[in-house]
Nanobody, 124 residues
């Protein structure tokens, strides 16, 4: 059975940092594109960042550009989202997703597997 397990969420003050991890299990995701999405209370799910299977391609939402960095470990296929200078507007449940296409797509419909999410809360 395929699983994507997110971790690293928590409560942090505005201006602080967190690093999220996404560990896959059940199959190899080495040739999958990976993405991070988030859903804030009362809002639709939105794209945050994505990375291609080769790590050559990365893509960020305008709202996180320059503050968040997505990366992946080719040995373990773990995907990370380093978040800095966090703002209360970043409060959301963050989801990891995997795409068979292999690219760094910002579109949620391109993703085939999803994790359960990890809560990030930024206090002002």
């Amino acid at each position: 059975q395929v699983h994507l397990v997110e971790s690293g969420g928590g409560l942090v003050q505005a201006g602080g940092s967190l690093k999220l991890s996404c560990e896959p299990s059940g199959r190899s995701f080495g040739n999958y594109g990976m993405g991070w999405f988030r859903r804030a209370p009362g809002k639709e799910r939105e794209f945050v960042a994505s990375i291609s299977w080769s790590s050559v391609g990365t893509y960020y939402a305008d709202s996180v550009q320059g503050r968040f960095t997505i990366s992946r470990d080719s040995g373990t296929n773990t995907v990370y989202l380093q978040m800095t200078n966090l703002d209360p507007e970043d409060t959301a449940v963050y989801y990891c997703a995997a795409s068979r296409s292999g690219g760094a797509s910002p579109a949620s419909y391109n993703y085939d597997y999803w994790g359960q999410g990890t809560q990030v809360t930024v206090s002002s």
